[in-house]
């Protein structure tokens, strides 16, 4: 049974279907394939807590739970003004924890897919998306980071490398010293696991050189690796007040909070990765091109990043020849 701070544990395979040599294994392996990304284990648990939380208030059973537990906890997001989006992940969690305690979930029942249904309805929102910035606010950005201290030389390399490399902040966040390849031509990056690429096979990102030293993230990068001085281990830690270099490694709370203080309150951590995608197609880089650097899998997700709010950005108008 599950923690309040937890998610159900997996349910063991009946010993009758697995010889007993090899349960110890089979639970390992099915955990390992239901749980999926850290990240998103942990929004799940948060999501479960709240759901047992309110469970327990009205007297209610969590797992399993009634078809009428879901509605009123997701009627009762809807009525507090949460977006659709995070209802949906709410009865994801949920349905989630049933699927790991080998029960029937209340998501499947009918009553709830109208019930998402009409709620999407009402609310007529689109998901809100991390806003793009553009190429010259984030130069002058980068430009005016104080790098006679570590903790601008860090928050330069993480934005250049984040901008350029297209980065998750998850994948920042478990960068390690080893995932880099330095030589004449740039920086190649391995990434170990991403979101999309949970079963850790090669995945490679490709930085370039900057003809100006002080929007390189190459050579940003290797001036807080001297910082950091040793050869393996996180790339990105947090400092302490002092400025002094620790060995933790720095979360991706903070890398938005870096963002944030650094582009504006507006942005956030993802506004990197989206800024990539919009930069590189006012650019006239074509989507295979994009999705080198990405990882996206298809074309239709470039155009869901690419953030051209301007009516005079990319339009085809310009091109009349009149």
């Given at each position: 049974?599950?923690?309040?701070?937890?998610?159900?544990?997996?349910?063991?395979?009946?010993?009758?279907?697995?010889?007993?040599?090899?349960?110890?294994?089979?639970?390992?392996?099915?955990?390992?394939?239901?749980?999926?990304?850290?990240?998103?284990?942990?929004?799940?648990?948060?999501?479960?807590?709240?759901?047992?939380?309110?469970?327990?208030?009205?007297?209610?059973?969590?797992?399993?739970?009634?078809?009428?537990?879901l509605?009123g906890?997701?009627?009762?997001?809807?009525?507090?003004?949460?977006?659709?989006?995070?209802i949906?992940?709410?009865?994801?969690?949920?349905?989630?924890?049933?699927?790991?305690?080998?029960?029937?979930?209340?998501?499947?029942?009918?009553?709830?897919?109208?019930?998402?249904?009409?709620?999407?309805?009402?609310?007529?929102?689109?998901?809100?998306?991390?806003p793009?910035?553009?190429?010259?606010?984030?130069?002058?950005?980068?430009?005016?980071?104080?790098?006679?201290?570590?903790?601008?030389?860090?928050?330069?390399?993480?934005?250049?490398?984040?901008?350029t490399?297209?980065?998750?902040?998850?994948?920042?966040?478990?960068?390690?010293?080893?995932?880099?390849?330095?030589?004449?031509?740039?920086?190649?990056?391995?990434?170990?696991?991403?979101?999309?690429?949970?079963?850790?096979?090669?995945?490679?990102?490709?930085?370039?050189?900057?003809?100006?030293?002080?929007?390189?993230?190459?050579?940003?990068?290797?001036?807080?690796?001297?910082?950091?001085?040793?050869?393996?281990?996180?790339?990105?830690?947090?400092?302490?007040?002092n400025?002094?270099?620790?060995?933790?490694?720095?979360?991706?709370?903070?890398?938005?909070?870096?963002?944030q203080?650094?582009?504006?309150?507006?942005?956030?951590a993802?506004?990197?990765?989206?800024?990539?995608?919009?930069?590189?197609?006012?650019?006239?880089?074509?989507?295979?091109?994009?999705?080198?650097?990405?990882?996206?899998?298809?074309?239709?997700?470039?155009?869901?990043?690419?953030?051209l709010?301007?009516?005079?950005?990319?339009?085809?108008?310009?091109?009349?020849?009149?």
């Amino acid at each position: 049974m599950a923690t309040d701070n937890q998610l159900p544990v997996i349910s063991t395979p009946p010993a009758a279907q697995v010889p007993a040599h090899l349960v110890e294994s089979t639970q390992r392996y099915v955990e390992s394939g239901l749980r999926g990304a850290a990240n998103t284990v942990r929004a799940y648990a948060g999501d479960w807590k709240r759901f047992t939380a309110w469970c327990q208030l009205h007297q209610l059973e969590s797992l399993p739970a009634p078809v009428e537990a879901l509605i009123g906890f997701l009627t009762e997001l809807a009525d507090a003004g949460k977006k659709f989006a995070t209802i949906e992940r709410h009865a994801a969690a949920i349905a989630k924890a049933h699927e790991l305690a080998n029960v029937d979930s209340p998501t499947a029942d009918k009553k709830i897919k109208v019930l998402l249904k009409g709620i999407a309805r009402e609310k007529k929102m689109r998901q809100k998306q991390a806003p793009a910035f553009s190429l010259d606010s984030f130069k002058r950005t980068i430009k005016s980071i104080d790098v006679s201290i570590p903790a601008g030389l860090r928050n330069r390399a993480l934005l250049l490398l984040g901008f350029t490399g297209a980065f998750r902040r998850s994948e920042l966040e478990a960068l390690n010293i080893e995932d880099l390849a330095f030589d004449d031509d740039g920086l190649v990056v391995t990434l170990q696991q991403s979101k999309t690429n949970q079963l850790g096979q090669a995945e490679e990102k490709a930085i370039f050189y900057s003809p100006d030293p002080a929007l390189c993230p190459i050579r940003s990068l290797q001036a807080w690796l001297l910082v950091l001085g040793r050869m393996e281990g996180p790339v990105f830690v947090s400092l302490r007040k002092n400025n002094q270099v620790t060995t933790r490694r720095m979360t991706t709370k903070y890398t938005n909070l870096i963002v944030q203080q650094s582009l504006g309150n507006q942005y956030t951590a993802h506004s990197l990765r989206a800024s990539f995608v919009t930069v590189s197609k006012l650019n006239g880089a074509d989507d295979s091109k994009v999705m080198n650097q990405t990882k996206h899998k298809t074309s239709a997700m470039i155009r869901r990043y690419t953030r051209l709010d301007n009516v005079r950005q990319h339009n085809s108008a310009k091109e009349l020849g009149l």
